[in-house]
């Protein structure tokens, strides 16, 4: 099974600011890496897929990049709404993978 | 519109049954492949299980293996999961979702909450 590792666990970013969340795969996914945002009592979100391509909807403050076993999602300019957890899931392997999350709160 | 709409959650006693449902609308389903994904209180996403969009193959994750099965009727678009043998760990929301480009879930129902306890 790959582990997926999210870091920090939590990130605490004043809005306007830039936010910056790591992964990082046990193996090689290529670039086979999703990240969703969830907020609380809501379900998760699609954010982005192919490790840096944005879903459909999704504001051009967030973006992804990385391969292989390093992956990074940067809000570049945080607003109210983007205060989640946030989570990356790899799908080049079975079982499918999920991050343990990243918590961004208000500073 | 996208949607997909889970229900038959709810408490069952350690080792009981349950199965869960997902309707699903506003994109040719039997187009795409499907999944089940949980939340446990206090933790973060774990997938469950996934199938094709022609049923011929399903995936599971190991610990629900052997108790868990998924399903899907495309006359009905519906997704179904055929949990047996519960457990407490097994407390979880429980989300359908729809596999979009790759197994990623481009489309995410609200959930239902099923709590194993006695």
């Known amino acids: 099974e790959i582990v997926m590792t999210q870091s920090p666990a939590s990130l605490s970013v004043s809005p306007g600011e830039r936010a910056t969340l790591s992964c990082r795969a046990s193996?090689?996914?290529?670039?086979?890496l999703a990240w969703y945002q969830q907020k609380p009592g809501q379900a998760p979100r699609l954010l982005i897929y192919g490790a840096s391509t944005r879903a459909t909807g999704i504001p051009a403050r967030f973006s992804g990049s990385g391969s292989g076993t390093e992956f990074t999602l940067t809000i570049s300019s945080l607003q109210s709404e983007d205060f989640a957890v946030y989570y990356c899931q790899q799908y080049n392997n079975w079982p499918l993978t999920f991050g343990g999350g990243t918590k961004v709160e208000i500073k | 519109e996208v949607q997909v709409l889970e229900s038959g959650g709810g408490l069952v006693q350690p080792g009981g049954s349950l199965r869960l449902s997902c309707a699903a609308s506003g994109f040719t389903f039997n187009n795409y492949a499907m999944s089940w994904v949980r939340r446990a209180p206090g933790k973060g996403l774990e997938w469950v299980s996934g199938?094709?969009?022609?049923?011929?193959?399903?995936y599971s994750a190991d610990s629900v293996k052997g108790r868990f099965t998924i399903s899907r009727d495309n006359s009905k678009n519906t997704l179904y999961l055929q949990m047996n043998s519960l457990r407490a760990e097994d407390t979880a929301i429980y989300y359908c979702?729809?596999?979009?480009?790759?197994?990623?879930?481009?489309?995410w129902g609200q959930g239902t909450l099923v709590t194993v306890s006695s």
């Open positions: 979702a729809k596999v979009g480009s790759g197994w990623n879930f481009d489309y």
């Open positions: 199938i094709s969009s022609s049923a011929t193959s399903t």
């Open positions: 193996q090689s996914v290529s670039g086979t």
